[in-house]
């Protein structure tokens, strides 16, 4: 069964400048926080999108530690009624 729905991976850069080096442990809001309230300086970078196959997605989404059935796919890929 072939899927008409279409997925996309966007990747986006953030330019952060600082003192002192990012603490490995910091997650996107902590950054994002040091930026507006705190000692960092951040501006957008690049973005970049691409659309992905059903498989590519599926993929993707292990590769990320979460599962293809967070958009009812299958491992394959295929959607999954």
Known sequence: MTSNKKFYKTTITLIVLSE????DEF???????????????M?????VQ????GKE?????TEQGS???????????VEQE
């Open 20 to 23: 002192n080096p990012i603490p």
């Open 27 to 41: 997650d996107i809001p902590q950054i994002a926080f040091e930026a507006t309230e705190g000692d960092y300086s």
């Open 67 to 77: 599962e293809p059935g967070f958009f009812q796919l299958n491992d394959m890929g």
């Open 50 to 53: 691409v659309e992905l196959t």
């Open 43 to 47: 501006a957008d970078g690049e973005r």
């Open 57 to 61: 997605m599926a993929d993707a989404l």
